[in-house]
């Protein structure tokens, strides 16, 4: 258990899936991944952007259970982007980790992956209808 460092996913692909990669401040930024699943573990997933001013923006750590069937996934995810995010080029980041046996649990020493970042253009908030 303890020298268990090998994370449980493989990521196949991973991108923004808005049309023309943009997406207006308030709205959600898509990112469609597919993945093959070799284990159950607990996940904690922390994401973070980087908007069109440099600044860093981070968003609450989400955590969840990948049980059930083992092997290919595929999924749409992503976070809304915040209204106060400047326009301009922006920044996906993110780390995720993975704690798939109870030494790792008890001791804090998750499986920790680091995603590739992901490039895509923040507009200005859109005028309400």
Sequence with gaps: MAIDREPPVRQITREVVNPGKQ????????IRGVRV???SCEITRR???VD???RR???EPERFDAYGPLGREEEVIGPFIPLDAMPGRGRL???VAYDCNPLQRALGWSI????PPLEFEILPRAPAP
């Design 57 to 59: 923006l981070d968003f």
């Design 52 to 54: 069109g001013a440099g």
């Design 23 to 30: 997406v207006h401040a308030g709205d959600r930024l898509l």
């Design 112 to 115: 920790t992956s680091i995603l």
């Design 47 to 49: 994401w973070w952007i």
């Design 93 to 95: 980041l993110g780390a």
């Design 37 to 39: 699943r070799d284990r």
